[in-house]
Every structure is written in C-alpha cells, then in structure tokens.
C-alpha cells in the first residue's frame, strides 16, 4: 500500500501536493484533480457508545503534549508539585501502538506546546495558565533544576519524552494554547492528508486532549479517544467526565489494543 504522504506519479508531467490522498497532476495540456488515490482500506473499531468503521487510508493518529514538562522529573508539572508520574501512563500503549500505526500507513501527528521565546503570540490570559497567583515560574521561565524553559519550542522541557522517539515519517505541529488547532496548521495538515478520523491519544485527557478533539469535532471529523493512550494528573472525575462526554457529544471511545485489531484486520 501506498503510505498517504508519498503520493505515486504515474504518468508524465508533476506532482503537486504532498500526499497521495489530495494531489493534483500536473502538465503543460492538463491540470488532473482526480489523480488516482489509494483505494480504501476499510477496518471495524469495538468503540463505544457504537462501532466505527473507518478507512485506514482517511486515518491519522494525533498524539498531544507527551512532553518532559508535563511527563518527567524535572519537568514543570513535577516542580509545581503535581504528580507527573500520572501522564507517564500512556507511554507503554503508545510505545506498542505507534509502530503498529506507522506499518499500516497511519499517519503519526506530534501536537506539543512550543512557544517562541519572545512569547509574542502570548496574551496575558493563557499567561495566567502557568503563573495564576503573577508568582513562580510560568511559560518561557527556566526551570531551577536545569534552567529548561518552560514548554519554550528547542528546548528541553518542551521536548517529547525519550520514551516516545519521533520518526522521519512523523508531522511535528506547534501549538500554543491548549486546543491543538488555534492558530496552528493541524487542520491545514489533516485536509492535505485527506484525514476523516482522528484517534487522540496523549495528556492531558481533560485539558489539551479533551479540546483538541472537540475543536476537530466541530470541524467535521470523526474522532475517537484512545482512553489507554491517555492520561491527566487531574482528579480521577476529570477522566470520568471526559469520556463520558465524548460518548455523548463528540465521538467514540475504544483504547489501543482495539485500534491495533482494527488496523491488523483491515481490508479483510
């Protein structure tokens, strides 16, 4: 199969566009919209509150904030007190899904903060996020242990855990609020990919999770939340909460061992 970000030119003349699902064909005579795309590659989802069937082809897998700031020692979460070995639960699952989902040509999406470090994009509210009593070490600020700063894009803090390698084939986004798509390409990225059903996986699953799939939600894609590949440090009711509304209003839920069976029997 062909994988979606490497469309197959098959007559003369150029390619535009850089996955296969929504290129244009190009030559001196012609400009070919309907270049051939991959053909479907159907899979059944044992989701809730129903099954999904889904194209493989039209599927991408977005994983959000697996960042040391909110994932190790050392990191942000850790230095305010929190309880950062929470968001270290979906590192397993991922670690076992995220080849599965590359072998099957599922695209693999990294939406973490990276902040410019002149925080011009930052008005003062989402400031207060990190900073609420105008004391500590807020965004940008660098950490006492190691002098990282704070989700800042380069550096340490906003790095994806080590446990959690990014391949070539990956799409890395910026992201600067706690919805993935304000003001970020991710929409752009996904239309390009031909993307229909979003799987989220990442922390935290009330906060960053939880937005990021109802903004794509309300953009018109399918999602599903990967409840295993998701974690929040916040209390356990926040968890509770968001599953059940994304039952209700916004998607579906299944967990990795789910979406790796759907993919394994694809086209079957």
Not at 179 to 185: A, H, Q, R
Not at 193 to 220: E, I, K
Request: net charge negative; with cysteine; aromatic share 8%.
């Amino acid at each position: 199969m062909d994988h979606p970000s490497k469309p197959t030119q098959t007559t003369p003349g150029g390619l535009l566009g850089r996955f296969a699902q929504t290129c244009w064909h190009a030559s001196a005579e012609v400009v070919d919209m309907a270049v051939t795309t991959p053909a479907p590659r159907l899979a059944l989802l044992d989701s809730e509150p129903q099954k999904v069937r889904f194209d493989v082809e039209k599927a991408a897998l977005v994983v959000i904030d697996m960042q040391n700031d909110f994932c190790t020692k050392g990191g942000w979460v850790d230095h305010i007190g929190g309880d950062f070995s929470a968001d270290r639960a979906p590192i397993a699952p991922l670690q076992r899904l995220l080849p599965i989902a590359r072998r099957s040509g599922v695209p693999v999406i990294w939406v973490n903060w990276g902040n410019r470090p002149d925080l011009a994009n930052m008005p003062p509210n989402q400031l207060h996020l990190y900073k609420p009593t105008g004391t500590g070490i807020g965004l940008g600020e660098p950490l006492p242990e190691h002098g990282a700063r704070v989700l800042e894009k380069d550096s340490w803090a906003a790095a994806v855990v080590d446990e959690l390698p990014i391949e070539a084939s990956d799409i890395r986004v910026d992201k600067y609020r706690i919805s993935g798509f304000w003001d970020t390409p991710l929409d752009s990225i996904l239309r390009n990919l031909g993307t229909r059903t979003v799987f989220f996986a990442g922390v935290n699953t009330d906060q960053c999770v939880m937005h990021t799939l109802t903004d794509a939600n309300f953009l018109g894609y399918g999602c599903v939340m990967l409840a295993d590949c998701c974690a929040t440090s916040s209390p356990e009711f926040c968890t509770q909460a968001s599953i059940w509304n994304v039952k209700k209003c916004y998607g579906f839920v299944a967990d990795s061992l789910q979406f790796a069976a759907a993919l394994d029997g694809a086209g079957r």
